[in-house]
């Protein structure tokens, strides 16, 4: 039978009561077998209102006969018994249950995205989840759960955006260190952001290409340094092949962020046509897929407010 994981939470009521009883009534549906259920852990709010409660996360792993929609019916009905209200995203609730892996399966329907598309980077979902299924396997990123809970834990805490360059990017990190606060947040600096010229932004891209490894390899103290520059970018600009890079070297998070027309202004219109625009973003967003093996979170089409809104979440979460 399948191996499922699901993520618990709640930041409302006897939360640790509501868990212990969400798990229990899961397991004693004929066709969920409870595996093993992980400790609870306390982590503060992410993303939504001010003011809200603590939350308790944990995490359990079934075996199931279930599909992974009916598994996902079950946890709406489970939500619902325990008064589960969808009223506010990211808001404070009595019951949270997510169907975080179903096998190694990939699942993108209107109701139902398997993995998560928000798991790889949230500590508060990361850890209880490597506690029970470590050995699980993300078939997004094509690596356990186990390694990834030890790279979001291990690795410098930088961020890099995978985007086309443009003033924009630099907007997205600035306006992320500001609703974070400068002390958690500092964004780095390229020079791109001021070429005239296609030769001039490629000049740039070389640059960065060499020091962008020095700078990725460097702690920032106990802050959080976003690099509006993805390690590859460079090669992506420049038509060639994007380099492997040493997972020792890689950043805790990548922002890959399709950018919509409205946030290229004139600057970028004198470095690509529509046409290679559009194959420039196509190229980028296959060598993501496949270069990235370590937390990321997906921004397709989204933008600028939105992708702030995002970015700052993300980087909430995956600092914990």
């Not at 939470?9 to 259920?37: F, H, K, S, V, Y």
């Not at 410098?156 to 630099?170: N, Q, R, T």
Request: proline residues 7%; hydrophobic residues 40%; aromatic residues 6%.
């Amino acid at each position: 039978m399948p191996n499922i994981l699901i993520a618990l939470g709640a930041n409302l009521g006897d939360r640790g009561e509501t868990l212990q009883q969400a798990i229990e009534q899961l397991a004693a549906m004929p066709e969920l077998t409870l595996l093993a259920q992980s400790e609870l852990l306390v982590t503060k709010p992410v993303g939504g209102p001010s003011g809200q409660p603590d939350f308790l996360n944990s995490a359990a792993k079934f075996s199931t006969e279930l599909t992974p929609e009916e598994v996902h019916q079950r946890l709406i009905d489970v939500e619902q018994n325990h008064g589960r209200v969808r009223v506010q995203r990211w808001g404070a609730r009595k019951l949270d249950l997510d169907l975080l892996l179903y096998d190694e399966q990939l699942i993108n329907t209107a109701q139902l995205t398997v993995p998560h598309p928000r798991m790889s980077f949230r500590r508060f979902v990361m850890q209880p989840a490597a506690e029970v299924a470590a050995e699980m396997r993300h078939p997004d990123l094509n690596t356990t759960i186990g390694e990834i809970w030890q790279h979001l834990s291990q690795s410098p805490p930088v961020v890099e955006i995978a985007a086309l360059p443009g003033p924009a990017v630099k907007q997205l990190c600035d306006s992320v260190q500001s609703e974070l606060g400068e002390s958690f947040v500092s964004c780095a600096n390229f020079s791109w952001a001021s070429s005239s010229s296609k030769e001039a932004l490629l000049q740039s891209a070389r640059k960065a290409a060499d020091t962008s490894a020095i700078d990725r390899s460097l702690p920032p103290g106990n802050g959080v340094t976003i690099l509006p520059w993805w390690y590859g970018l460079a090669s992506i600009l420049q038509q060639a092949t994007v380099p492997k890079i040493d997972p020792a070297f890689a950043p805790r998070l990548t922002i890959y962020w399709n950018r919509p027309d409205n946030t290229f202004g004139d600057t970028e219109k004198n470095w690509w046509s529509q046409e290679e625009k559009n194959g420039l973003q196509a190229q980028l967003a296959q060598a993501v897929q496949e270069n990235v093996r370590t937390p990321r979170l997906w921004l397709d089409g989204n933008d600028l407010p939105s992708a702030v809104t995002e970015a700052a979440a993300a980087i909430q979460a995956m600092q914990g």
